[in-house]
């Protein structure tokens, strides 16, 4: 029983430290989602890439900001 106890702690922190993540964007637009995998913080990098791009979030340089920084529209 402890080793099904440990075996199961294991799973579940192999599970919570995956490398993909999927984050929706309900700022500007709540259909939007973006898939980072090994990506930056999403919040600090939207924020950095909306400075970017002159608060454009549909242009393709806000886009390929994001993109610099791990993170692709799904």
């Avoid at 886009?63 to 799904?74: D, I, K, S, V, Y």
Wanted: with cysteine.
């Amino acid at each position: 029983m402890k080793r099904l106890l440990t075996l199961s702690a294991l799973a579940a922190a192999a599970l919570m430290t995956s490398a993909c993540v999927t984050v929706i964007d309900a700022g500007d637009n709540e259909h939007i989602n973006w898939t980072g995998e090994n990506a930056q913080p999403f919040d600090a990098s939207r924020d950095a890439c909306r400075e970017h791009a002159g608060r454009n979030q549909a242009s393709k340089a806000f886009e390929t900001c994001m993109a610099t920084r791990g993170w692709t529209r799904g």
